[in-house]
């Protein structure tokens, strides 16, 4: 599918969010979550489903096993009630090793679940890898140099100041700030249906006016923190990109190149 249509859609859906929706804090691994609701939805058609819901009290014995614990969460979240939210508040504030992740599932879909009850109204859940505060989420940003050399202490200061700047422009905050070699990470939260293609857009075209050192490219994501294997591909995938279309002008007669790719590589 297009980047910049999938972009759009994506936008479009962020507008009809309701202002009532939740966002999930904690940073837990993607695959994890997926894993906890098809697992729900899954054990929740069970006929032991009821059974798991009413042993509450051996979340807190430690000899049952963790594969035990994780149907009784699932079980206690589904249902809208105090007592069984209550539970999982106690566990989720002591849980087993290992069941961490699990627990703070359990216990953000009971949340859920009991507000949706009590206030009569349908509640909204977000969830990402890399989680949020408040009503916002946080992202991982990779800035791509676009020489084989670190920043200079003036770029680099440049890029921090400017990028700190629209953050606080947009009601964000500024976590990190790393520099390396060849590329430089941030991570920022920023609310939800902040404009991060025209945010980040912004920051690159300001710094590229005094020296043209950053890629109109770059990566935002919120699924994960990339470890540096990671970028140092995606590096090498812009290196050869820029190598072909070199080798793409000079066949053309030498005509000159411009890179000016709009999608910034979203997730």
């Known amino acids: 599918m297009d980047e910049e249509f999938l972009y759009n859609r994506i936008r479009e859906a962020l507008e009809h ?10 940073q837990i691994d993607v695959q994890l979550q997926m894993e906890y609701f098809k697992f729900a939805r899954k054990f929740r058609k069970k006929k032991d489903m009821k059974l798991a819901a009413e042993m509450g009290d051996l979340l807190f014995e430690e000899e049952v096993p963790s594969e035990m614990k994780r149907k009784i969460l699932v ?30 599932l359990a216990f953000q879909e009971s949340r859920m679940l009991l507000q949706s009850s009590l206030l009569d109204e349908q509640q909204v859940f977000i969830s990402t890898g890399l989680g949020g505060k408040g009503q916002k ?16 202490a003036m770029q680099a200061k440049l890029l921090h100041d400017e990028l700190q700047y629209v953050v606080d422009q947009n009601s964000g905050e500024l976590e990190e700030f790393s520099e390396m070699m060849d590329y430089t990470t941030a991570q920022v939260i920023l609310p939800l249906k902040a404009p991060l293609k025209e945010i980040f857009r912004g920051v690159i075209t300001e710094c590229n006016q005094y020296g043209n050192f950053l890629h109109e490219d770059m990566v935002i994501t919120n699924v994960k923190r990339l470890s540096p294997a990671e970028i140092v591909e995606i590096l090498n995938q812009q290196k050869k990109e820029d190598a072909d279309a070199v080798d793409g002008t000079e066949e053309a007669g030498n005509a000159e190149y411009f890179d000016d790719t709009d999608d910034p590589g979203e997730d």
């Not at 206690?76 to 069941?99: C, H, N, W």
Request: proline share 5%.
């Open 17 to 26: 969010i309701p202002s009532n929706f939740n966002v999930l804090e904690e």
């Open 75 to 104: 079980a206690l979240a589904s249902l809208p009630e105090v007592e069984a939210f209550r539970t999982i508040e106690r566990y989720f504030k002591a849980p087993d090793e290992g069941m961490k992740d699990w627990a703070t």
């Open 137 to 152: 989420l946080r992202y991982f940003i990779v800035f791509l140099n676009r020489e084989g050399s670190g920043l200079t």
